[in-house]
């Protein structure tokens, strides 16, 4: 089964930083855009940031101006550099292909402790 696999995750304290991976199973030249979504127990996963052709980023309001998503196109490997983090940003991250998803990975545990 294609899927990506997530790496990076672990626990840090409020105001810590993480740098999560992900090793894609696809050629990064024939992807359009990629993200990064997580989800926390009893909420919905939701996109955190994506990377379009090129370097058009989006971020969800809640990690604007403290996460940022990049890609080693060379590496097919997605990253995203995580800053002053927050309890609020405990959650199993993912990556994916934001369009014509591949089946999900185990993810990375973030877990931010208070």
């Known amino acids: 089964q294609v899927q990506p696999v997530e790496s990076g995750g672990g626990l840090v304290q409020a105001g810590g930083s993480l740098r999560l991976s992900c090793a894609a199973p696809?050629?990064?030249?024939?992807?359009?855009?990629m993200g990064w979504y997580r989800q926390s127990p009893g909420k919905q996963r939701e996109l955190v940031a994506s990377?379009?052709?090129?370097?058009?980023?989006y971020y969800v309001d809640s990690v604007k101006g403290r996460f940022t998503i990049s890609t080693d196109n060379a590496k097919n490997t997605l990253y995203l550099q995580m800053n002053s983090l927050k309890p609020e940003d405990t959650a199993v991250y993912y990556c994916?292909?934001?369009?014509?998803?591949?089946?999900w990975g185990q993810g990375t545990q973030v877990t931010v402790s208070s």
């Open positions: 990377i379009s052709t090129g370097t058009n980023t």
């Open positions: 994916n292909r934001v369009v014509g998803k591949w089946a």
């Open positions: 696809g050629n990064f030249f024939s992807i359009t855009s």
